[in-house]
């Protein structure tokens, strides 16, 4: 079977986002040890306070890009305040059925805001180019560029910088970072404006590729959560190419299998990966 | 609509997700496992249901060949065995998974069905709703059929109560507590606790089954829409409202959330927001869910010692 470029270059670029947003919500598991499952809702609020920006007040997609990112990096830390901080000391199952309520809350917030239906950024008509038998979109390269730097940026944060290694540090070993003099409150506040943020942008670039609808970010969520698990929970390196890889093989799947079941190539991969490699690509047993 | 019909309508709503939280309430009040696959163990047992009590579709644009026009006591009966054993069939391959990634499988599998429903249209009618589903005695009652069909859904929500109420007092019903517990203690008592962990599922996803079996038979049509997996989320919401581990609870926490996100049928249009106020009640859902996880933790008719299970990391 030749492999065709073009299904190749979606794979990727669906692979930027999933990578992406995959990052965001393994780094918040990796230091709260919870599975956020409004963290899909998260992403689509960034993208509606971005197309909010761009389409109604006007301003150039730039500007809307960082103010949806803002907000949602915001608003990951007053979700935290006003919600999250409450449970802290209580079990991850918890803090998981209290993310089910809090997506309710923002879900239907976005419908009652928004309106249940489909909206497109405001973006300038053109004909995509083609390269090598290749058709792309300028919005495409974009996402795919945008991803790459982000994904370097946080892997230099991680490495070179005091709150990265502290990050590091937690999200090995919880008690002893404590024990070692990590503040562990500031920490969580930085993980949730790295996070939110990350969550917005994945969110715009899931907009920026498709369109916005209230339940964008929830539908996205299981292929991200099939990448999260596939590098191993809690491992943004292992997140990224988890999320590459099935990009990639749901979008290659197309060649061999019904388009309309692309979407089961993340949900089988998931099934597949928890139940041969739990602890995900480059993992070593941890839990 | 008088008043009266609304709240029939609305009551056997409440029943249909009364039996849905009894199952999931099995599965997480009585074993502590964590199911997010609820929404399809209700389409398995409405499609079954529906495609087995109805002939095959005709004419040009058909595209379900497959129907059977069966009496629909053998579809709700068949719909709820199987339902059961695609429930027992996830937790073959999942169960062992510690919490959390068991939820992570649960929900990736009820998408994988709800994927399949939307395409496969020989069997279910795909993308397009599987319409005339037949009304049990319908014609026959002489009482308003909704009248009819609100008891007929509330008194099998009572047996099932009954029923699950006493297999929790069970040895049975407590080798699954021990389970919810600790896994190492029944284990040292020589119990299987991967085949009690598989009954628990099976029973729980059939009686999710029987709820999707009467849901399509109340409402004439299904779509595959109607299985989102906000449903399985919004039944979690009822269990841990009404307290996990009770049955009672299960079945008042559903009735609450019916009547909350109902209500709404009951306030007229013309009022401030009141195009937003589906979504507005939906939003007291999550709200009331949080608040009862921090006030109440045990829900309303929860015990507070079932609190330490299954949540162990």
Redesign the interface.
């Known amino acids: 079977m030749v492999l065709d470029p073009q299904l190749v270059w979606n794979g990727l670029v669906v692979g930027s986002i999933i990578a992406v947003s995959a990052l965001g919500l393994t780094l918040i598991f990796g230091i709260l040890?919870?599975?956020n499952?409004a963290y899909g809702d998260y992403m689509a609020a960034g993208a509606y306070v971005a197309w909010a920006v761009n389409a109604q007040v006007g301003l150039p997609l730039g500007v809307a890009i960082v103010a949806g990112i803002l907000t949602m990096s915001v608003g990951a830390v007053v979700l935290d305040k006003i919600?999250f901080q409450?449970?802290r000391t209580?079990?991850?199952?918890?803090l998981?059925?209290?993310s089910?309520?809090?997506?309710?809350?923002i879900?239907?917030?976005i419908?009652?805001i928004w309106g249940p239906s489909g909206h497109f950024y405001d973006l300038p008509m053109e004909a995509n180019p083609s390269f090598l038998g290749v058709r792309f979109s300028v919005e495409q390269v974009a996402i795919m560029v945008v991803s790459i730097l982000l994904l370097l940026g946080v892997y230099a944060l991680l490495r070179r910088t005091r709150i990265g290694i502290a990050m590091r540090a937690a999200s090995d070993d919880r008690m002893l970072s404590r024990i070692r003099g990590v503040d562990t409150e500031k920490l969580v506040l930085y993980v949730w404006l790295i996070g939110g943020a990350i969550a917005g942008l994945g969110g715009i670039m899931l907009g920026l590729d498709a369109q916005l609808r209230p339940n964008m970010g929830?539908t996205a969520l299981?292929p991200i959560?099939?990448a999260v698990?596939l590098g191993g929970i809690g491992d943004p390196k292992g997140a990224v190419a988890g999320g590459y890889t099935i990009g990639v093989a749901q979008e290659v799947s197309v060649a061999v299998i019904?388009s309309?079941?692309k979407?089961?190539v993340?949900?089988?991969a998931?099934?597949v990966g928890?139940?041969t490699r739990?602890d995900g690509l480059f993992g070593e047993a941890t839990? | 609509m008088a008043l009266v019909d609304l709240l029939l309508v609305v009551g056997v709503i409440a029943g249909v997700y009364s039996l849905l939280a009894i199952g999931m309430n099995m599965h997480w009040g009585d074993t502590g496992l964590l199911n997010f696959a609820h929404a399809a163990f209700f389409a398995v047992g409405a499609y079954t249901s529906a495609i087995l009590t109805t002939p095959p579709a005709t004419g040009d644009l058909a595209t379900r060949v497959v129907g059977f026009d069966f009496p629909i006591v053998v579809g709700l009966l068949a719909g709820t065995a199987l339902a059961g054993l695609v429930g027992v069939l996830i937790a073959v391959t999942s169960v062992r998974l510690e919490g959390d990634y068991l939820a992570m499988v649960t929900l990736s599998s009820a998408e994988l069905i709800r994927l399949m429903i939307h395409n496969e249209a020989w069997l279910t009618t795909g993308a397009q709703t599987l319409k005339n589903i037949p009304r049990p005695l319908s014609g026959v009652v002489p009482v308003s059929y909704d009248i009819f069909y609100f008891v007929l859904v509330w008194t099998i929500v009572g047996v099932c109560y009954l029923l699950f109420t006493r297999l929790s007092h069970s040895p049975f019903g407590r080798v699954l507590h021990a389970i919810r517990e600790n896994d190492d203690v029944p284990l040292a008592l020589g119990k299987n606790i991967t085949v009690f962990k598989l009954k628990s599922f099976g029973i729980g996803a059939a009686i999710a089954g029987l709820a999707g079996g009467l849901w399509a038979h109340y409402v004439y049509a299904i779509s595959s829409i109607m299985f989102l997996p906000s449903i399985t989320f919004l039944i979690w919401a009822a269990v841990i409202i009404g307290g996990a581990g009770s049955y009672a609870g299960a079945v008042v926490g559903a009735s609450v959330i019916v009547f909350l996100r109902q209500i709404t049928r009951f306030i007229p249009g013309d009022v401030p927001f009141g195009d937003q106020l589906a979504y507005i009640r939906l939003m007291v859902v999550g709200a009331v869910l949080i608040l009862v996880l921090y006030y109440r933790p045990e829900g309303l008719l929860g015990d507070a010692e079932r609190l330490q299970a299954g949540t162990s990391e």
């Open positions: 040890n919870f599975i499952i919600v409450h449970f209580r079990s991850p199952i918890t998981l059925i209290v089910i309520g809090l997506a309710f809350i879900r239907n917030l419908r009652a929830f299981i959560f099939a698990i019904p309309e079941y979407f089961g993340g949900l089988v998931l099934i928890l139940l739990p839990r």
